[in-house]
């Protein structure tokens, strides 16, 4: 810390001081702030030549975490020259110091280091993945999710997160639809708001806070087929409805960072897109921060076909790209096309602005060490207190597909358990994707959460029964960069079988823990079969022989078809990959401590050739009317319908849903409606429930989804209790983009639905003029 107090540093101090004066509003505050930031960020940018600042235009990685193909070289003589702006991969207080002390004693300007790093759902502790924590409906708990994550990575140096990933996603082949929380871009925006809070807290300068970097701008969620990396396409009109408004939503929250996306966008790579990254983003929605691209994003847009990298790096820089991730296009060409008049001095100087800015916002300058702390670092991460967090996360974000029978929860005692399948026994799949910093070694398995729930008594047997997969081809491809990500029981694939049969025999019901391992989801893990691989069929199979109640615990980074699983299991519950707390989580649910209140935020296909499938989806001319008929937009081999629809998920107890009433049915201008419906819990279990609410537009200048979801409450109920919910709509939940891009609503009937999924409502109508 000492080599702070040098001559520049007290300088800095003395400036970052001045920020704490008291102002007397918040408004002022800022105003207040950004001269005080513009004047230190001028002065600053006075005395850097043109190579320091393209240097802060560089984001390299470290190689302590691989997160890509390519890594950078020269690192600490960069560092020396001013040539770097920001390391991501790189985390622990003793990494991220050494690397500051040679951007702050060894550079000629001593500017600090940005470090940033993929924490996507916890950085230590990690909680479900995103599109788990979405299933929880609960903005609570994922807002608070964030500020743990931050909490830790601060705890550990870092200063910048990766995340929220706000992409929507229509497709499950889309390895990264885990990422995301689903498909609903209103509740995206939601959970987008709320990310962006929980990770930056009350001001940015707080030791626990870290700047968000909202990705992949934009539409990467839209890639063809759900083939990774693959080309979008779409119209203006959907874009604005269907795919924006999360990235839009993270805005308003004022988040500090975007990250541009590897696809194009209305035929313009993202990286390189000035509508996009300037006209939309900046000038439309009034985002104030800086823009980093994904990695080597800048490079391949030489191979999207747009020019040599000096080319396409100009092209970027004018864009509005300010930060160029690992593929040093920035630092290799920027001073030649400045040269050459293909860039102006004006341009760097903007870019440049915005990470020193950016520096600034997080009070880098004020202290660079700012979250170099050795004692939070070793009593802020992975305590007891996040961990209970993670696990009441986990245990909220589990959805019921299936309970038959009331088959669960499960007796606690007296009744013998089998516990098969290749995820029971497993510690390191239950983080799930983009756990840089998690240690599966410190995570609950599953056969240990039950042990720990319903205690050893020896009615709990377990067998493996399959591994994940048996194609070797398969298999290797989840143990990527050369990591042994599965692991392997080399018995025949029947004896693992015989063994679990065997047990099963002895038992009153099977637990069968199964589906898709922490590779098979996440980036650059697309599938064009998204069933529960063949060898765990084959076990699944041979169990369901027996006619004992069949439990399915099903782990899994997307939507998966489940047509068999659904008609011959008892009971599914979806757990997709809890994190650390797994095994505790899951036990707490299956034995009814906690009752299931989740709901999909994805569309479930009975099969692929359903996708892309989404419950908010036009009417199309000759819609489907609920069965097969010629000349109508369905199939001749599947029924339109989901396995499960959007917004589904059960309860150990059951909510009965009133008639909905309003409180008018003609309405004018500004005039607020209230909609109110009562739920009842009419089953055996106290439990919450996730009421929704839902609209159509019947008639407008444009076709409109046949419903679109506009509120949501959730609600707990004791046994036998009645609620009243109440939601208030007012015409800004009316409002659409027409043909020419004006937001707004057009008067005419407007059919309310509140119900307990997208296709299970109650409806009413209402006339609104305007
Ligand atoms: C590529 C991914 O698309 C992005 O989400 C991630 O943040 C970067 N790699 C850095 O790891």
């Excluded at 008892?570 to 757990?575: K, M, Q, S």
């Amino acid at each position: 810390m000492k080599i702070f107090f040098t001559k520049r540093r007290v300088n800095y101090l003395t400036t970052a001081a001045l920020l704490v004066l008291p102002l007397s509003n918040a408004l002022g505050q800022k105003a207040s702030t950004d001269a005080k930031m513009n004047i230190f960020v001028s002065g600053l940018m006075k005395k850097m030549t043109v190579d320091e600042k393209i240097g802060q235009l560089n984001l390299i990685t470290s190689g302590m975490a691989i997160t890509g193909a390519v890594t950078n070289n020269g690192v600490e003589a960069n560092l020396k020259k001013g040539a770097i702006g920001g390391i991501f991969g790189l985390y622990g207080t003793a990494n991220v110091k050494s690397a500051q002390d040679v951007a702050v004693k060894n550079s000629r300007l001593h500017i600090p280091l940005i470090f940033g790093l993929d924490v996507i759902h916890g950085h230590r502790t990690i909680f479900p993945i995103p599109l788990g924590m979405s299933t929880t409906w609960d903005m609570g708990i994922i807002e608070q999710s964030a500020h743990i994550a931050a909490k830790e990575a601060t705890a550990e140096g870092l200063n910048w997160v990766f995340s929220p990933m706000v992409d929507i996603a229509r497709d499950a082949r889309w390895g990264r639809i885990s990422e995301g929380s689903g498909e609903d871009p209103w509740y995206g925006g939601q959970v987008a708001a709320a990310m962006v809070k929980g990770y930056q807290g009350s001001s940015l300068t707080n030791a626990d806070a870290v700047m968000a970097c909202v990705k992949h701008f934009a539409l990467y969620g839209g890639a063809e087929a759900g083939r990774e990396y693959n080309t979008v396409d779409m119209s203006r009109i959907r874009m604005y409805q269907d795919y924006m408004p999360p990235y839009k939503a993270a805005v308003d929250a004022g988040a500090g960072s975007f990250m541009s996306s590897f696809n194009v966008v209305d035929g313009v790579p993202a990286t390189v897109n000035k509508w996009l990254l300037t006209d939309l983003l900046r000038k439309q929605w009034g985002f104030d921060g800086f823009v980093v691209s994904d990695y080597t994003a800048l490079n391949e847009v030489t191979n999207h076909g747009l020019g040599d990298l000096q080319t396409v790096s100009a092209l970027a820089l004018k864009a509005g790209l300010d930060m160029d991730m690992v593929g040093e296009g920035f630092l290799s060409t920027l001073k030649t096309s400045l040269k050459q008049g293909k860039v102006t001095i004006a341009e760097i100087d903007l870019a440049c602005r915005r990470v020193l800015e950016a520096k600034y916002k997080l009070g880098l300058f004020a202290n660079p060490y700012k979250s170099i702390d050795a004692t939070r670092e070793a009593n802020e991460v992975l305590t007891p207190e996040h961990r209970k967090a993670a696990r009441i996360a986990a245990e909220h974000s589990f959805v019921l597909l299936k309970n038959d029978n009331q088959i669960l929860p499960l007796k606690k005692s007296g009744s013998r358990i089998a516990v098969v399948g290749p995820l029971a026994d497993n510690k390191r799949d239950m983080l799930g994707t983009w756990v840089i910093a998690g240690e599966w070694q410190k995570s609950i398995s599953v056969l240990e959460g039950i042990k720990n729930v319903a205690g050893n008594s020896g009615l709990i047997t377990y067998a493996k029964g399959a591994n994940i997969t048996e194609d070797t081809a398969f298999m290797s491809r989840l143990n990527f960069f050369g990591q042994q990500m599965v692991s392997i029981d080399k018995r025949p694939a029947n004896e693992l079988l015989e063994e679990a049969v065997d047990n099963a025999k002895r038992s009153d019901v099977i637990v069968a823990v199964v589906g898709e391992s922490q590779s098979m989801s996440g980036e650059s893990s697309s599938r064009a079969d998204i069933s529960i691989p063949e060898s765990q069929q084959n076990m699944l199979k041979a169990l369901a022989k027996l006619g004992k109640p069949l439990v399915i615990v099903l782990f899994n980074g997307r939507p998966l078809t489940l047509t068999w699983e659904n008609e011959n299991a008892a009971a599914i519950l979806d757990v997709w990959a809890p994190g650390t707390e797994a095994g505790n989580a899951v036990a707490e649910v299956l034995f009814g401590n906690y009752i299931p209140s989740g709901k999909l935020t994805t569309t479930f296909p009975r099969s692929v050739g359903q996708i892309p499938i989404y419950y908010n989806h036009l009417n199309t001319g000759r819609p489907y009317s609920g069965g097969p008929a010629k000349f109508k937009s369905n199939y001749l081999d599947i029924s339109n319908d989901p396995l499960y629809p959007f917004g589904y998920g059960l309860s150990y107890t059951k909510f009965n849903y009133g008639d909905i009433k309003l409180s008018k049915t003609n309405l004018k201008g500004n005039e607020a409606l209230t909609a109110t419906v009562a739920v009842t819990n009419a089953g055996k279990y106290a439990g919450e429930e996730v009421v929704q609410l839902y609209i159509s537009d019947p008639v407008a200048s444009v076709s409109r989804a046949v419903k679109e979801l506009k509120g949501f409450q959730k609600i707990n109920l004791q046994v036998g209790e009645t609620k009243n919910v109440t939601f208030n709509i007012t015409p800004e939940q009316l409002k659409f983009y027409n043909s020419q891009l004006k937001y707004d609503w057009e008067p005419g009937e407007f059919i309310v639905q509140i119900g307990t999924n997208s296709a299970d409502v109650k409806a009413a109508k209402v006339q609104w003029v305007k």
